[in-house]
């Protein structure tokens, strides 16, 4: 009977002498995300799944336990789903159900609206430099590629995030750099709405936007693939991202593939988001999470996102400027490819000054333009290092 009891008491985690009390900050830290996601509702389809998945690897570390380090020749169940990150395959299938769920229409009815879209990726370029900064100085280890791979969380997508770490071999940073970029993406209502209003007069934040002109069924129907075409042709490196944001897109606008549309947009998007979810956030162990870099990167990370919405709403200003006031400054900001919460955001700072102001579809085209802008700026630095 004592020999159980001893086996039972050995067995739990804090009898392992590598759990520390920086697992029990680890454990916090998961409880504070779960906090935000349950009880103040800031995105829990993305943080509830990675504030678990951090929970799971910090109180049993052999959930992520690699097949070559296990005793019994078997991987961690988490190891499994961070794989299919790690192999791309979870991003793009993200980029899938967002073109399935996401109205290219705003973007096609207003091509200006590309413009603001690639403004709001100057946060990825602040974030680079300011990581190679970081290295230079000797705060950091920041080889270029890991440069390159933190940059991206500037615009605000987790999924390329991912696929780019991944592509550039910064596996060991990918666990910080995507749990940066999704915790951004879920804190667009906090950090956006203060540089918008302390950039914009309240007689811009004001100004109504004349409606969209209706857009065609065959303008839908040849935006995906004419986009393809284009971007693929010139970084073919882009085209597991661009080729399925397009593709389930085209799945919405054909019209003849109702079922795949669907599947693409609930169920498969749903099952995709659980197990890219758990699996970042199980990449967060305290041994691999808590040190200098980790802190870099989610510090440059802010600081990039906030750049990234600064140059969009300054965009837009200049865009106001040059159009005599027929442009609303703050859709600027949804330049960042926060789908769609930048472009709700958009809409609520604009309705706090007018209630009658609808900027949400205005809003919506920037929104896109900066997924596609993301994927592009993955791609150039993929092409940039001769990653195929």
């Not at 979870?90 to 690639?118: Q, R, Y």
């Not at 970084?235 to 085209?250: D, E, H, I, K, Q």
């Not at 109702?258 to 890219?276: D, G, K, W």
């Not at 990167?297 to 919405?309: M, N, P, R, Y």
């Amino acid at each position: 009977m004592l020999e159980i009891l001893q086996n039972l008491l050995g067995q739990m985690a804090f009898m392992n002498p590598d759990f520390t009390y920086k697992n029990v900050i680890m454990i916090v830290i998961a409880c504070v995300f779960l906090f935000l996601a349950i009880r103040m509702e800031f995105e829990p389809l993305l943080l509830v799944p990675i504030a678990f998945g951090m929970l799971l690897v910090n109180i049993y570390p052999d959930i992520m336990i690699p097949i070559e380090d296990s005793e019994t020749g078997a991987g961690g169940l988490l190891y499994y789903f961070y794989l299919l990150d790690e192999w791309a395959i979870l991003p793009s299938l993200i980029f899938l159900g967002v073109g399935a769920m996401t109205d290219f229409g705003p973007l096609i009815a207003n091509p200006k609206s590309f413009l603001l879209g690639a403004a709001a990726q100057f946060g990825i370029f602040a974030a680079y430099f300011g990581a190679l900064l970081a290295a230079a100085m000797g705060w950091a280890d920041f080889s270029d590629k890991a440069a390159a791979a933190i940059s991206i969380i500037g615009g605000a997508d987790g999924p390329t995030s991912i696929f780019l770490a991944g592509k550039l071999g910064q596996t060991k940073y990918l666990g910080p750099i995507a749990v940066a970029a999704y915790s951004y993406m879920a804190l667009v209502p906090l950090i956006q709405p203060p540089i918008m209003k302390a950039f914009t007069t309240k007689k811009e934040r004001a100004i109504k936007m004349e409606q969209l002109r209706p857009v065609s069924k065959l303008e839908r129907v040849l935006f995906p693939i004419v986009v393809t075409i284009v971007v693929c042709l010139i970084l073919p490196t882009t085209a597991p991202l661009v080729g399925m944001l397009m593709l389930g897109n085209l799945f919405r606008e054909s019209g003849v593939v109702r079922q795949l549309t669907e599947t693409a947009s609930n169920a498969l998007m749903y099952i995709v988001v659980i197990l890219l979810g758990t699996s970042v956030g199980a990449t967060t162990s305290a041994k691999a999470f808590l040190n200098t870099d980790t802190i870099f990167i989610v510090i440059l990370g802010l600081i990039a996102f906030a750049f990234g919405t600064l140059a969009g709403v300054l965009f837009g200003k200049l865009m106001c400027a040059l159009t005599k006031g027929k442009v609303n400054p703050l859709i600027g900001s949804a330049g960042v490819s926060a789908v769609p919460m930048a472009a709700r955001v958009s809409q609520k700072v604009g309705a706090e000054e007018d209630p009658t102001n609808f900027l949400l579809m205005h809003a919506m085209g920037p929104n896109v333009a900066g997924v596609i802008g993301t994927a592009v700026a993955a791609g150039t630095f993929m092409a940039i290092f001769g990653v195929m």
